[in-house]
Protein backbone atom coordinates (compact mmCIF):
# COMPACT_ATOMS: atom_id res chain seq x y z
CA UNK A 1 0.00 0.00 0.00
CA UNK A 2 1.42 3.12 -1.11
CA UNK A 3 2.16 5.75 1.89
CA UNK A 4 3.75 8.84 2.69
CA UNK A 5 7.33 9.03 4.24
CA UNK A 6 9.30 11.43 5.79
CA UNK A 7 13.23 12.02 6.61
CA UNK A 8 14.93 12.44 9.17
CA UNK A 9 12.99 10.54 11.85
CA UNK A 10 14.61 12.78 14.18
CA UNK A 11 16.40 16.33 13.44
CA UNK A 12 18.44 17.92 16.76
CA UNK A 13 19.41 21.17 15.77
CA UNK A 14 21.03 24.64 17.42
CA UNK A 15 18.58 27.63 17.55
CA UNK A 16 19.21 29.89 14.96
CA UNK A 17 20.05 27.35 12.04
CA UNK A 18 18.15 26.50 9.15
CA UNK A 19 16.50 22.78 9.16
CA UNK A 20 14.52 21.35 6.07
CA UNK A 21 12.62 18.79 6.52
CA UNK A 22 11.58 16.17 3.87
CA UNK A 23 8.17 14.51 2.63
CA UNK A 24 7.74 11.79 -0.32
CA UNK A 25 4.01 11.90 -0.89
CA UNK A 26 2.30 9.56 -2.50
CA UNK A 27 2.82 9.46 -5.74
CA UNK A 28 -0.64 10.26 -7.66
CA UNK A 29 -1.47 13.04 -4.97
CA UNK A 30 -1.94 16.34 -5.77
CA UNK A 31 -2.36 18.52 -2.30
CA UNK A 32 0.01 18.22 -0.04
CA UNK A 33 0.16 19.57 4.03
CA UNK A 34 2.48 20.16 6.91
CA UNK A 35 0.83 20.12 10.29
CA UNK A 36 3.10 20.09 13.36
CA UNK A 37 2.42 18.87 17.32
CA UNK A 38 4.19 20.50 20.02
CA UNK A 39 4.45 17.96 23.08
CA UNK A 40 1.33 17.44 24.68
CA UNK A 41 -0.67 19.68 22.61
CA UNK A 42 -2.83 19.61 19.66
CA UNK A 43 -1.70 18.97 15.82
CA UNK A 44 -1.89 22.10 14.19
CA UNK A 45 -2.57 22.73 10.09
CA UNK A 46 1.01 24.87 9.26
CA UNK A 47 0.23 25.19 5.22
CA UNK A 48 -1.18 23.30 2.35
CA UNK A 49 0.16 23.11 -1.02
CA UNK A 50 -1.07 22.88 -4.46
CA UNK A 51 0.02 22.96 -7.96
CA UNK A 52 3.47 24.69 -6.54
CA UNK A 53 1.42 27.10 -5.17
CA UNK A 54 0.85 28.17 -1.02
CA UNK A 55 -2.96 27.44 -1.19
CA UNK A 56 -3.71 28.19 2.49
CA UNK A 57 -1.30 28.56 5.55
CA UNK A 58 -1.96 29.24 9.42
CA UNK A 59 -0.65 31.87 11.44
CA UNK A 60 2.04 29.50 12.89
CA UNK A 61 3.70 29.93 9.27
CA UNK A 62 5.31 32.96 9.29
CA UNK A 63 8.33 33.97 7.54
CA UNK A 64 10.66 31.80 8.59
CA UNK A 65 8.46 29.28 7.27
CA UNK A 66 8.81 27.69 3.05
CA UNK A 67 7.55 24.90 1.44
CA UNK A 68 8.78 23.41 -1.61
CA UNK A 69 8.08 20.72 -4.25
CA UNK A 70 11.76 20.30 -5.63
CA UNK A 71 10.99 18.11 -8.05
CA UNK A 72 8.06 15.84 -8.84
CA UNK A 73 8.62 13.54 -5.63
CA UNK A 74 9.28 15.53 -2.82
CA UNK A 75 7.96 18.10 -0.59
CA UNK A 76 9.96 19.80 1.86
CA UNK A 77 9.55 22.08 4.80
CA UNK A 78 12.34 24.99 5.76
CA UNK A 79 12.60 26.55 8.58
CA UNK A 80 15.28 29.31 8.45
CA UNK A 81 16.34 30.19 11.52
CA UNK A 82 14.79 27.59 14.27
CA UNK A 83 13.84 28.64 17.46
CA UNK A 84 13.23 27.01 20.49
CA UNK A 85 9.60 26.77 20.02
CA UNK A 86 9.91 25.13 17.13
CA UNK A 87 10.94 21.81 18.90
CA UNK A 88 7.30 19.80 17.84
CA UNK A 89 6.71 16.16 15.46
CA UNK A 90 6.28 17.70 11.90
CA UNK A 91 3.72 15.83 9.93
CA UNK A 92 3.63 15.73 6.20
CA UNK A 93 -0.21 14.55 4.59
CA UNK A 94 -1.01 14.13 1.20
CA UNK A 95 -4.52 13.99 -1.15
CA UNK A 96 -5.71 13.15 -4.10
CA UNK A 97 -7.17 16.30 -4.52
CA UNK A 98 -9.69 18.54 -1.77
CA UNK A 99 -13.22 18.46 -0.31
CA UNK A 100 -13.91 14.82 0.30
CA UNK A 101 -10.87 12.97 -0.04
CA UNK A 102 -8.75 11.78 2.66
CA UNK A 103 -6.00 12.96 3.88
CA UNK A 104 -2.59 10.32 4.05
CA UNK A 105 -0.06 11.11 7.05
CA UNK A 106 3.66 10.39 7.28
CA UNK A 107 4.94 9.09 10.53
CA UNK A 108 6.14 12.34 11.61
CA UNK A 109 10.12 14.51 12.11
CA UNK A 110 10.41 14.81 15.58
CA UNK A 111 12.52 17.86 15.63
CA UNK A 112 14.47 19.55 18.74
CA UNK A 113 15.99 22.61 19.03
CA UNK A 114 18.65 23.12 21.77
CA UNK B 1 -12.44 30.31 16.32
CA UNK B 2 -12.80 27.20 15.26
CA UNK B 3 -11.90 24.63 17.75
CA UNK B 4 -12.02 20.59 18.29
CA UNK B 5 -12.72 19.45 22.37
CA UNK B 6 -11.23 15.81 23.29
CA UNK B 7 -12.39 15.54 26.66
CA UNK B 8 -10.69 12.04 27.58
CA UNK B 9 -7.09 12.62 27.76
CA UNK B 10 -6.14 8.72 28.74
CA UNK B 11 -8.52 5.69 28.77
CA UNK B 12 -7.76 2.57 30.38
CA UNK B 13 -9.94 -0.29 29.47
CA UNK B 14 -9.80 -4.04 29.64
CA UNK B 15 -10.41 -5.69 26.29
CA UNK B 16 -13.85 -6.23 25.72
CA UNK B 17 -15.18 -2.89 27.98
CA UNK B 18 -17.13 -0.34 25.61
CA UNK B 19 -15.59 2.58 24.45
CA UNK B 20 -16.87 5.84 23.82
CA UNK B 21 -14.95 8.85 22.93
CA UNK B 22 -16.06 12.32 23.46
CA UNK B 23 -15.94 14.65 20.60
CA UNK B 24 -17.11 18.19 20.52
CA UNK B 25 -16.31 20.80 17.73
CA UNK B 26 -16.68 24.62 17.83
CA UNK B 27 -17.83 26.01 14.05
CA UNK B 28 -20.90 27.74 12.96
CA UNK B 29 -21.20 26.43 9.36
CA UNK B 30 -21.38 22.89 7.94
CA UNK B 31 -18.28 20.64 8.62
CA UNK B 32 -16.67 17.53 7.63
CA UNK B 33 -15.84 15.43 10.94
CA UNK B 34 -12.82 12.82 11.24
CA UNK B 35 -11.61 9.97 13.72
CA UNK B 36 -7.53 9.39 13.06
CA UNK B 37 -5.84 7.06 15.22
CA UNK B 38 -2.24 6.57 15.55
CA UNK B 39 -1.02 3.16 16.99
CA UNK B 40 2.21 3.05 18.85
CA UNK B 41 5.62 3.78 16.18
CA UNK B 42 2.84 4.34 13.46
CA UNK B 43 1.22 6.74 11.16
CA UNK B 44 -1.70 8.78 11.54
CA UNK B 45 -4.85 6.68 10.03
CA UNK B 46 -8.34 7.34 9.49
CA UNK B 47 -11.14 5.26 10.84
CA UNK B 48 -13.87 7.23 9.49
CA UNK B 49 -15.03 10.88 8.49
CA UNK B 50 -18.50 11.86 7.93
CA UNK B 51 -19.77 14.13 5.23
CA UNK B 52 -23.19 13.92 4.72
CA UNK B 53 -26.29 11.79 5.02
CA UNK B 54 -27.13 9.31 7.60
CA UNK B 55 -24.97 10.43 11.10
CA UNK B 56 -23.89 7.24 12.06
CA UNK B 57 -20.74 6.27 10.17
CA UNK B 58 -19.32 2.73 10.35
CA UNK B 59 -15.21 2.73 10.05
CA UNK B 60 -12.31 0.50 10.22
CA UNK B 61 -11.89 -2.43 12.86
CA UNK B 62 -15.27 -2.78 14.21
CA UNK B 63 -15.80 1.71 15.24
CA UNK B 64 -18.26 4.05 14.66
CA UNK B 65 -18.87 7.23 15.27
CA UNK B 66 -22.44 9.35 15.67
CA UNK B 67 -22.61 13.31 14.62
CA UNK B 68 -25.37 15.50 16.77
CA UNK B 69 -25.26 18.52 15.21
CA UNK B 70 -27.74 19.74 17.91
CA UNK B 71 -24.78 19.02 20.82
CA UNK B 72 -21.82 19.55 17.94
CA UNK B 73 -20.29 16.26 18.75
CA UNK B 74 -18.90 13.35 17.02
CA UNK B 75 -18.02 10.26 19.24
CA UNK B 76 -16.19 7.47 18.63
CA UNK B 77 -17.63 4.41 19.80
CA UNK B 78 -16.39 -0.03 19.73
CA UNK B 79 -18.96 -2.56 21.49
CA UNK B 80 -15.87 -4.70 22.32
CA UNK B 81 -12.23 -2.82 22.49
CA UNK B 82 -9.16 -5.41 22.08
CA UNK B 83 -5.97 -5.27 23.31
CA UNK B 84 -4.48 -3.96 19.65
CA UNK B 85 -6.75 -1.06 20.15
CA UNK B 86 -4.29 0.36 22.08
CA UNK B 87 -3.48 3.93 20.29
CA UNK B 88 -3.97 7.56 20.29
CA UNK B 89 -7.20 8.96 18.86
CA UNK B 90 -7.62 12.41 17.11
CA UNK B 91 -10.80 13.85 16.79
CA UNK B 92 -10.87 16.52 13.89
CA UNK B 93 -12.58 18.49 11.49
CA UNK B 94 -13.18 20.22 8.55
CA UNK B 95 -14.99 23.01 7.52
CA UNK B 96 -17.65 21.84 4.76
CA UNK B 97 -15.99 24.72 2.10
CA UNK B 98 -12.60 23.66 2.79
CA UNK B 99 -10.91 20.68 3.72
CA UNK B 100 -7.43 21.74 3.39
CA UNK B 101 -7.65 22.90 6.55
CA UNK B 102 -8.14 20.30 9.19
CA UNK B 103 -8.55 21.14 12.50
CA UNK B 104 -7.31 18.53 15.08
CA UNK B 105 -8.40 18.00 19.04
CA UNK B 106 -5.63 16.79 21.40
CA UNK B 107 -6.04 13.01 21.28
CA UNK B 108 -7.02 10.54 23.57
CA UNK B 109 -4.48 8.25 24.80
CA UNK B 110 -6.71 4.61 24.97
CA UNK B 111 -4.81 1.65 26.86
CA UNK B 112 -6.57 -1.92 26.52
CA UNK B 113 -5.20 -4.37 29.51
CA UNK B 114 -6.16 -8.09 28.30
Known amino acids: EPEVTQTPSHQVTQMGQEVILRCVPI?????FYWYRQILGQKVEFLVS????????KSEIFDDQFSVERPDGSNFTLKIRSTKLEDSAMYFC????????????FGPGTRLTVL | AQSVSQHNHHVILSEAASLELGCNYS??????LFWYVQYPGQHLQLLLKYFSGDPLVKGIKGFEAEFIKSKFSFNLRKPSVQWSDTAEYFC????????????FGTGTRLQVFP
Open chain 1, 27 to 31: SNHLY
Open chain 2, 92 to 103: AVGPYYNTDKLI
Open chain 2, 27 to 32: YGGTVN
Open chain 1, 49 to 56: FYNNEISE
Open chain 1, 93 to 104: ASSESTGYNEQF
